[in-house]
């Protein structure tokens, strides 16, 4: 019912710039927090980045500076604009969304996620 789709992954030298994109589509009736978690090999998901439906973000440590989260809420799309790329955030990257939908008469909150983009750096 929920699709978040993700754009933009590639393979850039150190210090380059990567942007991502995810936009979500469906039954949605509203979304809370939009984000973006990586997974590097052999290691834990973790956030990169989390924006609120009131435009408040948070950062991992090792991102602060060098990446920004934005979001398009008439498009229901979220961005990750990625500068100064160093090797270790290479890693697979995850969109989320904390999304409310219409079921019928009612409506149902969850988290969704992407299906992974690959950042190379």
């Known amino acids: 019912q929920v699709q978040l789709v993700e754009s933009g992954g590639g393979l850039v030298q150190t210090g380059g710039s990567l942007r991502l994109s995810c936009a979500a589509s469906g039954s949605i009736f509203s979304i809370s927090a939009l984000g973006w978690y990586r997974q590097a090999p052999g290691k834990k998901r973790e956030l990169v980045a989390l924006i609120t439906s009131g435009g408040s973000t948070n950062y991992a440590d090792s991102v602060k500076g060098r990446i920004t989260i934005s979001r398009n809420n008439a498009k229901n799309t979220v961005y990750l604009q990625m500068n100064s790329l160093k090797p270790e955030d290479t890693a697979v990257y995850y969109c989320?969304?904390?999304?409310?939908?219409?079921?019928?008469?009612?409506?149902?909150?969850?988290?969704?996620w992407g299906q992974g983009t690959q950042g190379t750096c």
């Open positions: 989320y969304a904390d999304i409310t939908i219409l079921v019928v008469a009612t409506t149902l909150k969850g988290d969704y």
